[in-house]
């Protein structure tokens, strides 16, 4: 379960199809990236890309969690300004991402978990676990100096996760599975 989650949209008068209007927001969980809707509460102050507290105790902006949402009943606000959130949410989470590159394993004899990631490719891979034999990566500038042929470590990440919330990947490596997908496809 997601403790703090970031807001990707705000409904201060709630969807135009509901029949009881109240405010709410549209989140991004910082942990699973568990896409949420939240009702507000009303003194509640809310800005685009607010972390808030989104765990069981006491809430201060959250009154309520309606539950999970997919990527497309996602408003075509969040799902704009969700990159940018998913960007922040991986720099902010570095030391993470950059242990998945140091301990990244095949998953069987023909495929690495590394050629899972969008833009990196043989060559790419290669050279990451080379570098990585001599010493694990430190942070993204580290990575990028040791394998300058990887565009934007960050972006990687960031086209990775939005591909796993559109359900488009086979496999997930940094979010859950919407609730309406079979293990393994």
Do not use: C
């Not at 301990?103 to 570098?131: Q, W, Y």
């Not at 394998?147 to 990687?156: D, N, Q, W």
């Not at 359900?167 to 997930?172: A, F, L, N, V």
């Amino acid at each position: 379960m997601e403790e703090y989650a970031w807001v990707i949209e705000y409904l201060p008068l709630g969807h135009s199809s509901a029949l009881r209007r109240e405010a709410a927001v549209q989140l991004v969980g910082t942990q699973f990236f568990t896409l949420l809707e939240a009702t507000v509460k009303p003194e509640a102050s809310i800005v685009l890309g607010q972390k808030i507290y989104v765990g069981r105790d006491q809430r201060n902006e959250v009154s309520s969690i309606k539950g999970r949402l997919t990527y497309d009943q996602l408003t075509e606000g969040a799902k704009d300004f969700l990159p940018k959130m998913l960007k922040k949410a991986v720099e902010e989470r570095e030391s993470d991402f950059i242990a998945f590159i140091n301990n990244a394993r095949p998953i069987s004899i023909r495929v690495h978990t590394l050629d899972l990631m969008p833009g990196i490719g043989k060559k790419n891979m290669e050279a990451i676990l080379s570098e990585r034999e001599k010493k694990p990566f430190e942070s993204f500038v580290d990575l990028k100096a040791r394998v300058p042929t990887l565009v934007e470590p960050v972006g990687v990440f960031v086209h990775r996760i939005m591909n796993e919330l559109q359900g488009s990947e086979k496999y997930y490596l940094f979010t859950k599975p919407p609730a309406h997908m079979k293990f393994g496809r």
